[in-house]
């Protein structure tokens, strides 16, 4: 009966490694309570950090409801950066935040008090707003903490808080002080349902059906006689927007477009040349003639009649009118839309608009108010225009619409009196596009798209019609309607909301706030009431620069990196620089990069209806919060990612392939001391150094990688290091080694030793990304004077003296032969030649300079054969080829079967007192015995 020798191979024991299951769900939390118990943060921040200060600075996401895929791409993306930065020698200070308030949380909070029945007052509705946003902020920073992300989670920053409210109004009032801030009526993007202005930062474009239709305006005056031989002349006009046709005040051409008079029917119809054809088939004429041409010019001073109402359309001129589709002709709403108020202004016309903050026609619109201007007032115009003859067609017509980027609503323009910050005042604009160009943007394109959002963007809309938000320190005298702005006043205000809260400025009285004697500089009246308007949110999150990095003692101005959505070009980094410049004249950050936003595996925005929404809490429940943070390491996350159970299931294969690598290596080193049994690099087998060498190579990439923030590079480098150059290769070599060989055999050792060396190095290079799995390795590591927490430990560099070159050139040969001897012995297997490739002996035929380099290596038929074990085989022999082509032999090996090792080896069965074992194993068992 032959003896089972398992107990004396050095076989790895599941007690010394880590389990085969991570079992990540149940095992996060108990890291994390660790690092909770280290105070880990305030360890990173504590430790030596010979580069400096890294400041990345959080954008604040909102705080209202549980956090979604793109909070957690988000966040993990700056725990990497920020761990990374640590580990490289930084000091990384990291302090998250939230953005308290604006119109989602008010929304909610008045839906909740509908629901019960009550109207609150605007103190009570703001006191449930706050109560509402800390709830979640709560939710949120412990979703947040259960993707690992390290940072002062205990002190986050809030919009809320009351010295930043505080700061809020101080940063207004340097604007105000350096003449930036001014109140004014101007068109502006106007939310019916959420009843208030919006900045450009806050419009969403998204498709919509809209109603398109053609007018004839009629022409009531010719002053020059163009129409001196045209019947019933009238001007066509296109729009999209058929409820602007009640405040419509001017027809406006571009003066050097060529105007065509077409006859038809017995009228005579004006409308830019080279869209005649076009529009001609579009309105179903067949029969017309061009009467003649004449310049946009030309037509100025020609007045028409509104097609409802008794009132005079004059004909005046624009150069924003285009010829591209339409008649070339633009109705001009004043009170409606931002080139067409300015033309008004241009030509003295009123401004009318005769539309609420509800979006319903007021007593201006005549006989239409009352209704609301979509759908009910558009087809009430419509239906009004066909009566009177004005309408020649109507159509549906798809387009991008400028929507609300918080309830989802169709936008309209509106003018009205609102507060602005001037992007023009003191070369404001100039400024902030020198400034862009001293930032480092990644992707590089990010600053030709943010400049270009800087040199198009009006001046910014600063107040809001809403409750919860910081109100603009602004009062107005009762007597003459004086508006009192003032630095001092400003402050004064701040000094009370420091110690009160914002709800101050909507609980008291003008008085509480105004030093005694106060008197209006116009008129000298001494009553006065407080403005109502808040400040738009994007001024409390463009703000945070000022109110974080220069209030917080570890933190300083400007930040290094800011990094969030693509979207935020014209959020969050456009609102930053914008105060930034205003009251420092340098950007608030040197660096930006943007990732994309979270699609399904199709491409597909993720949304509830299409059912295809993947939770990251759901992911961390079932698979660890380690495979979610993976998956965001494995994106080219600069463009849109795709994320499904599909690409979830691949990133968790990954996840298990690195484990099982960091497994075998740590449960092979359970009886090495690298005080007593380390293994100096000249003594270090031949293939040992190779792998240091490669391990090098693979350091030098990683940290490129790192430094360039494409962790995506490092994701699948190290998959393939794993995978191929270790487990499918390097490791699989080794088990000879490391299981037949003596335990304190100086190969073993040797071996051990760069195992050691492999999992101290993967381990910190892994830990910013697997940060539980990562601790959970470091901590069976045997390293000697290791800090308490892999994440306290440094990134390894490359050592150029183990970077052999000459060494990896030779295997790089050796593994191409490996490659063809593998081929030869599957085509024997399959042949059935050989059983399988531990029974077979390959002789390698190799030409010229091959065999003399493998000719180098010994080939004895023991376990010695280095060339054997590389190829798999039992025995492997190198003899000179006839030719030039490596030709490859493949045999049954000689010999037995050794018990323990299962080599094929002659030598087995030469020892009486071990009979079924080879030399080399039968040492090892006799020195056991």
């Known amino acids: 009966m032959a003896q089972n020798y398992r107990e004396t191979l050095n076989l790895p024991k599941d007690e010394h490694t880590i389990p085969m299951r991570a079992n990540l769900p149940e095992q996060e939390p108990r890291w994390q309570a660790f690092w909770h118990e280290q105070d880990l943060y305030a360890q990173l921040l504590a430790k030596p950090a010979p580069n400096g200060d890294f400041i990345l600075h959080d954008g604040p996401p909102y705080s209202n409801g549980n956090i979604h895929m793109g909070h957690a791409l988000n966040k993990v993306l700056k725990d990497i950066i920020v761990r990374s930065y640590a580990m490289r020698g930084y000091r990384t200070p990291y302090v998250p935040g939230w953005d308290n308030h604006g119109m989602p949380i008010e929304n909610a909070v008045s839906q909740q008090f509908l629901q019960q029945g009550k109207t609150p007052s605007k103190v009570e509705l703001r006191q449930a707003c706050r109560a509402y946003a800390q709830h979640f902020v709560e939710v949120q920073r412990k979703q947040f903490e259960r993707l690992g992300l390290v940072g002062d989670w205990e002190h986050p920053y809030l919009t809320m808080d009351y010295a930043f409210e505080a700061g809020i109004v101080r940063i207004f009032g340097e604007l105000v002080k350096r003449g930036y801030i001014y109140r004014d009526l101007r068109p502006v993007l106007w939310c019916p349902v959420c009843q208030t202005a919006l900045a450009e930062a806050e419009v969403e474009y998204a498709p919509k059906v809209s109603d398109a239709i053609y007018v004839a305006f009629p022409v009531v005056r010719d002053p020059k006689g163009i129409f001196a031989n045209a019947p019933n002349p009238a001007i066509l006009i296109w729009t999209t927007t058929p409820w602007t046709i009640p405040a419509n005040l001017a027809l406006a051409v571009h003066p050097e477009l060529d105007y065509a008079l077409v006859a038809t029917d017995g009228k005579t119809w004006v409308l830019v040349r080279e869209l005649v054809p076009a529009t001609m088939e579009t309105l179903g004429v067949k029969e ?31 150069d924003y009118v285009l010829a591209e589709e339409g008649t070339g002709v633009v109705h001009t709403a004043p009170g409606h839309g931002a080139e067409d108020f300015y033309t008004g202004k241009r030509y003295g016309l009123p401004i009318l608009c005769p539309v609420d903050e509800r979006g319903v026609f007021t007593e201006e619109a005549g006989e239409f108010a009352g209704l609301p201007i979509a759908p009910e007032g558009n087809r009430a115009v419509i239906r009004r225009l066909q009566e009177v003859g004005a309408l020649l067609h109507y159509a549906p017509y798809h387009h991008n619409y400028p929507h609300c980027w918080r309830c989802d609503s169709p936008l309209l323009f509106r003018t009205t009196v609102q507060w602005f910050m001037n992007i023009d005042h003191m070369g404001h604009r100039e400024k902030a596009l020198r400034a862009i160009e001293g930032v480092r943007w990644i992707p590089e394109e990010g600053e030709n798209r943010i400049k270009a959002m800087v040199a198009n963007r009006p001046d910014w809309c600063l107040s809001r019609q809403r409750a919860w938000g910081v109100g603009i320190p602004a009062f107005y005298c009762e007597a003459c309607g004086e508006v009192l702005l003032t630095p001092e006043i400003i402050e004064a205000v701040a000094q009370k909301i420091e110690q009160e809260g914002s709800d101050v400025w909507f609980d008291k009285p003008a008085d509480y706030f105004l030093p005694a004697g106060t008197r209006c500089a116009k008129c000298g009246a001494s009553q006065f009431r407080k403005e109502t308007d808040v400040l738009d949110v994007w001024f409390d999150s463009g703000s945070t620069h000022r109110l974080v990095l220069e209030t917080r003692p570890e933190l300083r101005w400007p930040a290094d990196l800011y990094i969030e959505g693509s979207d935020q070009h014209r959020g969050w980094f456009n609102a930053s620089l914008m105060i930034a410049i205003g009251t420092k004249d340098a950007a608030p950050y040197r660096m930006v990069i943007t990732h994309g936003f979270v699609l399904d595996g199709e491409g597909r925005k993720m949304s509830k209806s299409e059912g295809n929404v993947v939770d990251p809490l759901d992911v961390v429940q079932k698979m660890g919060a380690d495979v979610l943070r993976l998956w965001v390491a494995s994106t080219e996350y600069f463009e849109d990612v795709r994320l499904s159970d599909e690409i979830l299931k691949y990133v968790a294969d990954a996840y298990r392939q690195i484990r099982n690598t960091l497994r075998f290596i740590i449960g092979n080193l359970a009886d090495f001391n690298p005080a007593t049994d380390a293994v100096p690099y000249e003594q270090l087998h031949e293939l040992d150094r190779w792998m240091l060498a490669r391990l090098q190579e693979y350091v030098r990439y990683a940290l490129q ?21 270790l487990s499918a290769f390097y490791l699989d070599v080794l088990k000879d080694r490391l299981y037949a060989s003596a335990p304190d055999d100086p190969a073993r050792r040797s071996a051990q030793t760069v195992l050691l060396e492999l999992a101290s190095v993967l381990t910190r290079l892994l830990a910013p990304i697997l940060v539980h799995t990562a601790e959970e390795v470091w901590q069976r590591l045997p390293l000697p004077n290791k800090p308490a927490s892999v994440h306290l430990a440094e990134f390894p560099t490359a050592r150029e003296e183990w970077l052999d070159k000459s060494l990896l050139e030779r295997w790089e040969r050796i593994l191409e032969v490996r490659e063809v001897v593998n081929r030869a012995v599957e085509s024997a297997k399959n042949e059935k030649r050989v059983p399988n490739p531990q029974s077979a002996k390959v002789v390698v035929h190799a030409p010229g300079g091959l065999y003399a380099l493998l000719s180098q290596y010994p080939t004895p038929p023991t376990p010695d054969n280095l060339l054997a074990r590389v190829f798999g085989v039992s025995q492997a022999e190198v003899v000179p080829a006839s030719d030039e082509a490596i030709q490859v032999v493949v045999e049954p090996a000689p010999g037995n079967k050794c018990a323990r090792c299962w080599l094929v080896l002659p030598e087995v069965g030469t020892r009486s007192d071990y009979p079924d074992l080879c030399e080399r194993c039968a040492q090892v068992v006799a020195a056991l015995a």
């Open 705 to 725: 990688a790192y430094e360039s923030f494409e962790y995506h590079r490092f994701y699948h480098e190290t998959r393939r290091f794993c995978n191929v150059e």
């Open 288 to 318: 017309y003639r061009v009467l003649t041409t004449v310049k946009g010019s030309e037509l100025e001073g020609v007045v028409a009649r509104h097609p409802i109402f008794e009132r005079e359309s004059p004909v005046v001129l624009a």
